[in-house]
């Protein structure tokens, strides 16, 4: 691609997409870029959004990704407020459409970034009560953290990494707060039973109530929420209610497109969609990494962190703008999550029917080992960062069970 003339459209105002453009940019390409964003807002993080934002210990203006200015530093045109609404591939145009209506125009590229995230999971039948929120925007966050009084009853539907930092969040803003998980214990996609159980432990350590093993119905009240309704019968009331049952990639824009959607964009392991140009990065990209080979094979897969976003975002403007020397995404997954006052970082791949043993530590400050054929999967650690930090590092070689043992006796 030469670097003057053609131009470089990417879909998606946040982590994925900031990075992708200074990756874009720093690869070479000094021709047209172009930065397009459904919400009215310049790229920020979302971390904060169930956390210190929540809780009222951060404000809105310093979630800014980038400095000011830094967008107009690398000549990037931003239509914000603005939807990708369809993608012809063959005309190699995308057709945008304002948020507040209007009629679509199409916007044409030689390269094209697809980094639009992925959407909040909305319970069914509770749209327009009021006192019922997801979260995955600053403005949702904002419209919670205006609920959180001192003494509101707040029902958290989902007991995985989001709804549990919102319960703790809520708890510091001295909210009663209940969490409602239809599985044996919380946090178990992410960690297993094993550990969702000690760390969901933190919950009633913190004067929260969960609620596992029963379904929701519904939500009661006709303007306002009341309650929860259970699938046993009984209700939870509640003043504010947050739902945080997971998320869906935001790709009904590329239906028709001909890319290959299946929980995501699917791509080959440079993060290419088929078509040459196009690439996806961030929560929207099933793209199959390199480290996860000897564990899982080389399937896609999309991960929700923080961290593949940015890597992602990274790496595509060298594989764009140089493919020839383009690398295929290999790194070992990470994500973390602050919940009352513990922090829980995990790296690796942990899967349900991984074994799991405590390496290191115990009780309230630990790091526990995940175990498949007969190689050390993944970590967790609680409340026990240099011990992970060791364990991160060594989880890059791929180590076998024994190898983990190993570091875990040097650390005592
Ligand atoms: C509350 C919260 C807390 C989190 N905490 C952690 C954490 O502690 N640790 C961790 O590792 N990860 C955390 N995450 C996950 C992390 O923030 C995401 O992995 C990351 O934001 C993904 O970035 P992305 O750019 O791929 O997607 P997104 O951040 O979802 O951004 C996609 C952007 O594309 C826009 N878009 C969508 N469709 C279109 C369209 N058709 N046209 C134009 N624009 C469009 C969206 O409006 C959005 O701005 C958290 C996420 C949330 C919501």
Known sequence: MSNTTNRIVVVGASLAGARAVHSVRAAGHDGPLTLIGAEPHLPYDRPPLSKEFLTGDQEPGSLALDPDGAYHDLDVEVMLSTHAVGLDVAARTVAVAPAAGGSAE?????????????????????????????????????????????????????????????????????????????????????????????????????????????????????????????????????????????????????????????????????????????????????????????????????????????EHGMAVGRNLVAPGEAQPYNSVPFVWSDQYDARIQIAGHPDADDEVDVLVGSGRSFLAGYRRNGRLSAVMALDAIRPFVRFRRLLASHPSWDDALELAATLG
């Open 106 to 310: 199409t916007v044409p590229f030689d390269g094209l970034v697809i980094a639009t995230g992925a959407a909040a999971r909305s319970l069914p039948g509770t749209e327009g009560i009021r006192g019922v929120h997801t979260l995955r925007t600053v403005d949702d966050a904002q419209a919670i953290r205006e609920g959180l009084d001192a003494g509101a009853r707040v029902a958290v539907v989902g007991g995985g990494f989001i709804g549990s930092e919102v319960a703790a969040s809520a708890k510091a803003r001295g909210c009663e707060v209940t969490v409602i998980e239809a599985a044996p214990a919380p946090l178990m996609r992410g960690l297993g039973a094993e550990m969702g159980t000690q760390v969901g432990a933190l919950h009633g350590q913190n004067g929260v109530e969960l609620r596992l093993g029963v379904g929701v119905d519904g939500v009661l009240g006709a303007d306002r929420v009341e309650a929860v309704a259970m699938a046993d019968g009984s209700r939870v009331e509640a003043d504010v209610v947050v739902v945080g049952i997971g998320v869906v990639p935001n790709t009904a824009w590329l239906e028709g497109s001909g890319l290959q959607i299946d929980n995501g964009v699917v791509c080959d392991e440079m993060l290419c969609c088929g078509p040459p140009g196009v690439y996806a990065v961030g929560d929207v990209a099933r793209a199959p990494n390199g480290w996860l080979g000897p564990l899982r094979g080389s399937e896609p897969v999309r991960v929700e962190h923080w961290t593949a976003a940015v």
